[in-house]
């Protein structure tokens, strides 16, 4: 299983209590991805991001909703073993 965050690297420049939005998902649950496949679409600091599989895999759980703000090291998706 991987547990999907963002990179890290993007909350450095952000202030301490910034708070991402996650706009949208590209996936749903049940969905085979590949890795490097783009899952779903954010904004942290007036700044669009994607979140890309970093493994390939089926997505098991969407933690964050669409619409719903996340901080660093939230867990935004979970990815089981691609079998």
Same mark, same amino acid.
């Not at 420049?13 to 949208?24: K, V």
């Given at each position: ?16 209590? *910034?708070?991402?939005?996650? =706009?949208?998902?590209? @996936?749903?649950? $049940?969905?085979?991805?590949?890795? %490097?496949?783009? #899952? ?14 970093? *493994?390939?895999?089926?997505? =098991?759980?969407?933690? @964050?909703?669409? $619409?719903?703000?996340?901080?660093? %090291?939230?867990? #935004? ?7």
């Amino acid at each position: 299983m991987v547990d999907v965050i963002l990179d890290p690297k993007r909350w450095e420049s952000a202030e301490p209590d *910034a708070e991402a939005l996650l =706009e949208s998902w590209l @996936v749903d649950e $049940g969905d085979h991805v590949d890795a %490097g496949q783009v #899952l779903a679409k954010a904004s942290l600091v007036q700044q669009g991001l994607v979140v890309a599989a970093p *493994a390939p895999g089926v997505v =098991e759980q969407i933690a @964050v909703a669409a $619409g719903e703000k996340f901080g660093p %090291g939230y867990i #935004l998706v979970r990815l089981a073993d691609d079998e």
